[in-house]
């Protein structure tokens, strides 16, 4: 019979915690998630979009810088005029109801068209940025009230953040008024931090500041 040895014990269970340290290290199968970030600034005209795609190895990030919107052609188009009449009328006052999100997502893929944007990408290793990777992993998994803005203030000509994050099939939308670190610390931390990760990487003035509201 063979002889259980100290040190063949001591051997297996360092393998044991090692195996059990590399599985929660990388069971960010959850991290498998996409995060959408679009921020209008109604005075400025600005708009800039942060799409945040994501795999258990890698992230990628795409960005988008609206430079042009052909108003005209939006105007006179025909399906604007048909979607405007229809929420025009009486029973779709209530911008809560289904069919006035539907339509109103409609025209806003209508005007994406007429709009040009200038962009480009970036593509990280999650094992090199886990700080970044674990903020993505923090929101992915925090309650929505708990992205919400914090504060209750009231923010003249300040720049609006819608975040659509998707994971394991579900949908959640989060919205922040300019977001700092104390009225939202994870919405202002993904958008500074994403931008800086390509500032870090690129030297050029793409995202300089003052074409993304000063983030």
Known sequence: MQKDHPQMRIKAFILLFL????????????????????????????????????????????????????????????????????????????????????????????????????????????SKHKDYINLIDEILNSPIDKLNDSLNRVVIDGTSFKVEILKNGQNSIVFSRSPDLKSNPYIYRLISESMNLYRSYKANNFLDKRRTSGY
């Open 19 to 126: 195996l059990f340290s590399i599985n929660k290290l990388f069971s960010q199968e959850d991290l498998n998630a996409k995060l959408y970030v679009r921020a209008t600034t109604s005075v400025s005209g600005q708009e800039f979009y942060i799409d945040i795609l994501c795999s258990n190895s890698e992230t990628k990030l795409l960005f988008r810088i609206k430079t042009h919107f052909n108003d005209n052609k939006f105007n006179k188009d025909k399906a604007v005029l048909s979607y405007r009449q229809l929420l025009e009328s009486p029973k779709y006052l209530d911008i809560a109801n289904d069919t006035v999100k539907l339509y109103i997502n409609k025209l806003d893929s209508i005007a994406r068209s007429y709009t040009d944007y200038d962009t480009d990408s970036l593509i990280i290793s999650n």
